[in-house]
């Protein structure tokens, strides 16, 4: 991916080497919160909007930023501001105004307005305080995978900031509010169609920064659609040695996801990422 000459975002917080305070609950517990949440109607403000994939461990990282820490950091700024032209535009020929997210660099764990938020539950969204949490540590549970490649990174991020597109365009108030009545495998179903709409608009990413400037570089493509399938449901349960169960999904197939990233990506159109229909 060609990022070195793109803009910084100055929408960047860098929380890393802080120390949280300590949570009284115990590991898992904002995984079980999302859970609780879209199971029992609760707080629907407050869910985490994570990619789907959660760290197998929480990373220690009390060592000083590394060199390349310092470069995942610039591209992480690159990818960010590159989202907010794209965004900026689509949101402006419609008539709206695109209110840019701060991405919250962290360490291990952090505050947010959805409780603590633990780097084992990897990258997520906030709607509550319309923040993307991110642990650069991510990037090697990606690589584990197969899901290795900036452009690849590049994907999650464009994802969590899909939600947040969802969250402006008021289809993530009304999904929590329809999932709070429903039985949980409708609620799952419903929560499959959000994170592929993110999918899709993470691909609408894509299509108009390479317009803008040229990002995709060979095998670029390649890269985010083996991300996208290394993060589908099916997948994850298969790696994880248990049988796939469709109506436990939350974040769609590989398939599905490969499929709504492409749409995404090939058309450029927020009218083509309609998972609802
Ligand atoms: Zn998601």
């Known amino acids: 991916m060609r990022w070195r000459q793109g803009r910084r975002s100055a929408n960047v917080e860098d ?38 994939v959660s760290t197998q461990q929480v990373p220690q990282q009390t060592a000083p930023q590394t060199q390349q820490q310092d470069e995942l950091t610039e591209f992480v700024k690159v990818v960010l501001a590159d989202t907010e032209d794209v965004w900026h535009r689509i ?22 307005a959805c409780g603590y938020g633990q780097a084992a539950a990897g990258p997520f969204y906030c709607p509550a305080d319309q923040q993307v949490y991110l642990d ?16 690849a990174f590049a994907y999650v991020i464009a994802h969590e900031i899909g939600h947040h597109i969802q969250t402006l365009q008021g289809i993530a108030h009304q999904v929590r509010r329809a999932q709070s009545q429903m ?8 929560q499959v169609r959000m994170e592929l709409q993110a999918d899709c608009y993470a691909g ?3 299509h108009h920064a390479h317009r803008q400037r040229q990002i995709l570089e ?3 493509v390649d890269e985010g659609l083996q991300a996208a399938a290394a ?25 599905q996801r490969v499929s709504w990233f492409r749409r995404g990506l090939e058309t450029g159109s927020v009218q083509t990422c309609d998972t609802f229909q």
Request: proline share 3%; net charge positive; glycine share 12%.
């Open 218 to 220: 060979r095998g670029d």
């Open 15 to 52: 929380r890393r080497g802080r120390v949280a305070r300590r949570a009284t609950v115990g590991g898992g517990a904002v995984m079980l919160a999302l859970l609780a949440a879209l199971l029992l109607g609760q707080d629907p403000g407050k869910v985490l909007e994570t990619i789907g």
């Open 91 to 112: 949101f402006t020929a419609s008539g709206a105004r695109y209110q840019e997210p701060t991405l919250v660099l962290y360490s291990d764990m952090t505050e947010t």
């Open 204 to 206: 609408i990413w894509a």
């Open 231 to 255: 993060v589908g449901d099916d997948q994850i349960q298969r790696s994880a040695g248990r049988r796939v169960h469709p109506e436990s999904f939350t974040h769609g197939s590989s398939e």
């Open 183 to 190: 039985r949980r495998t409708d609620a799952n179903a419903l």
């Open 136 to 151: 650069l540590s991510f990037l090697r549970e990606l690589k584990r995978m197969g899901a290795s490649g900036d452009f």
